[in-house]
């Protein structure tokens, strides 16, 4: 056992700090102030140790390996120790008053709601219950073959060590399932399932690793016995999703839905706003109504241009669908797509400087490159940005050539990403969406911001710099372009609208279709996957809408109270400079800083 003595150190530290606090009241004293500070960065650096520590998979996964060999095992043991761990630094931070730096009361803040997420997660959420793909060794495994944080030999002695955990880990999860999902027992299976391929690659790297032969002989069996925990595992996972089905799967299995009270509390952790979920999903839909009244009215106005002598269809919404697949036909040429995008990225940063929007650091440079092939497969276009560990890494703008594809598929891609919406892509994922927040969140220089930056800021921020541009005349106010964002901005809100629709209102997977199709005017494949992606996470895709709306009405309300004073430059850099923090505290922080 080895919590007990970062225990007792926390429990020292958190005496220790309270009678500081009691003995000197003056909050004001400068020197009591960096004193503060002092204290809270030591109090942060053994915070994020004792975190690798508990969880070396999430460590792994950000580029920290120092505990790469330790296995967390899903058992109550770890979760006794997990709430201990929460409560014993929540205590501690308690001691940390608002004299601390700015950054530093923001990290303090970014802390108390992590750990009393985690609290709430294991008491309340207890997904470790009823979602199966919560389990899997492969993602870290894999992590370690792939990442060059040291040689080959000592990479497979401590997957070697982390193997001999596999069978307890799985008989673990089984013992922690308690009528799970039918959709979670499918994705565990088919990730479980692909879990399988990355024993393979092992066994090709310890083949050619330079290894004793005994040495060999041993992580070799140590491969077989987890391949067959995992099998086993898998034919848990099928033996309850075959009973459940004889059973009736509406009695047998756990409703997907997670109903209004878990998912009012997750929001309130995840998305740390202002505002309800239920409030948030109210504004989405006015949002929706808004987006509407305007696409009608610049289709009206365009409809001749483009459709002719076609007569116009009464619904409105059949009017807008038919100009928008007009307009849609106007796309790049397959071959042309990567470097399309690469020419983009200069007249971006172009206009932001002419424009006056925002400083880019050019130290910083994005390089657009196409996907390299093991990360094929999911999204058409992604920003890799260096970890919190690797600032220094170049930030990659991944973009996948479309040769693969069909000249059917391709075309279909085209039309979704015409020349209009391509445009909108680009500011979403790099200027001055993504990289540009990374550039900044890299200046503002905490771990705590790197680690557990929050999403609904992030995507926010990409979401809000889209209209942003377009409002400062990127594209020439052309209405083809405003009708195109609209559509693309539709898209955020409706992910606001069904992920609470599915999960609290009831939606059914014909509501959503719909609501996809008709008022969002996206094809129905589309829908589909929307649906089920939906069916498994919960709020996260809220996250896009809810940043953006609260980004979009602090600059509002900051512009009314300044008045003239106001410049949008200086908000967007000062709204940056905070890092990944939570919309709702930088809304604190700039309220109260002049
Ligand atoms: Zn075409
Ligand atoms: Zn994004």
Redesign the pocket.
């Known amino acids: 056992m080895r919590y007990p003595l970062w225990l007792l150190l926390v429990l020292a530290l958190g005496n220790g700090l309270m009678s500081a606090c009691q003995s000197n009241g003056n909050n004001h004293n400068p020197n009591n102030k960096a004193n503060q500070d002092a204290k809270f960065e030591a109090f942060k650096a053994r915070f994020i140790d004792a975190l690798w520590a508990e969880n070396p998979e999430w460590a792994a996964g950000v580029g920290y390996y120092r505990y790469a060999d330790r296995v967390s095992l899903p058992d109550e043991a770890t979760r006794q120790r997990g709430l201990v761990f929460a409560q014993q630094y929540l205590d501690s931070l308690a001691a940390f008053d608002g004299t601390l730096s700015v950054p530093n009361q923001t990290d303090r803040l970014m802390m108390r709601n992590q750990l009393e997420a985690n609290i709430w997660y294991t008491n309340e959420f207890r997904s470790y219950e009823w979602d199966p793909s919560n389990y899997n060794v492969a993602n870290t495994l894999n992590t370690l073959l792939e990442a060059d944080y040291a040689p080959l030999p000592e990479r497979l002695a401590h997957i070697n060590q982390r193997l001999t955990q596999t069978t307890a880990y799985y008989a673990a999860a089984k013992a922690n399932l308690r009528q799970p999902t039918q959709e979670h027992t499918e994705l565990g299976i088919l990730q479980n399932e692909g879990a399988l391929s990355v024993f393979d690659m092992l066994t090709d790297s310890i083949k050619k690793a330079p290894l004793a032969a005994d040495l060999r002989q041993g992580y070799m069996s140590r491969v077989d016995s987890s391949r067959a925990a995992v099998k086993n595992y898998i034919a848990h996972l099928q033996k309850i999703l075959a009973d459940g089905k004889k059973q009736g799967a509406d009695k047998a299995f756990r409703s997907f839905r997670i109903g209004k009270d878990l998912f009012s509390r997750k929001f309130a952790y995840d998305i740390v706003s202002d505002y309800s979920a239920e409030q948030m999903f109210n504004k989405a839909l006015e949002h929706k109504r808004d987006l509407h009244e305007k696409m009608k009215k610049i289709s009206h106005e365009i409809w001749a241009k483009h459709m002719g002598k076609m007569p116009k269809p009464d619904d409105d919404l059949e009017m807008i669908k038919l100009l928008i697949d007009k307009i849609s036909?106007k796309?790049v040429q397959p071959n042309n797509f990567v470097a399309a995008i690469r020419q983009q990225i200069p007249e971006l940063s172009r206009f932001i400087t002419e424009h006056q929007l925002i400083y880019i650091d050019p130290t910083k440079p994005l390089e657009v490159r196409e996907t390299p092939l093991f990360m094929r497969g999911v999204a058409g276009a992604s920003i890799s940005s260096p970890g919190p560990y690797d600032k220094n890494a170049p930030t990659f703008y991944n973009v996948t050539p479309l040769d693969g594809y069909t000249p059917q598929k391709a075309?279909s891609y085209?039309?979704e990403y015409n020349h209009y919406i391509l445009q909108i892509l680009n500011i979403h994922e790099a200027i001055l969406g993504h990289y540009t927040q990374l550039v900044y969140s890299n200046n503002s220089p905490s771990l705590i911001k790197a680690i557990l930056g929050n999403g609904a800021m992030i995507e926010g921020w990409a979401v809000y710099g889209e209209r942003m541009m377009l409002e400062q005349g990127y594209g020439n106010n052309e209405p083809e372009m405003w009708l195109m964002y609209y559509k693309w901005n539709l898209r955020s809100t409706c992910n606001t609208i069904l992920d609470y629709g599915i999960h609290v209102l009831n939606y059914s997977e014909k509501q959503v279709n719909d609501l996809l199709v008709r008022e969002a005017f996206q094809q129905s494949a589309e829908a589909g996957e929307k649906w089920r992606r939906a069916t498994l996470s919960q709020v996260q895709l809220c996250s896009y809408f809810s940043g953006f709306r609260e980004i979009y009405d602090l600059r509002e309300s900051l512009r009314q109270q300044q008045g003239e004073a106001f410049n949008l430059k200086a908000f967007h850099e000062q709204f940056l400079s905070y890092g990944s923090a939570p919309v709702k505290y930088i809304k604190q922080l700039m309220k109260e800083t002049p």
């Open positions: 036909e796309h075309e085209l039309r």
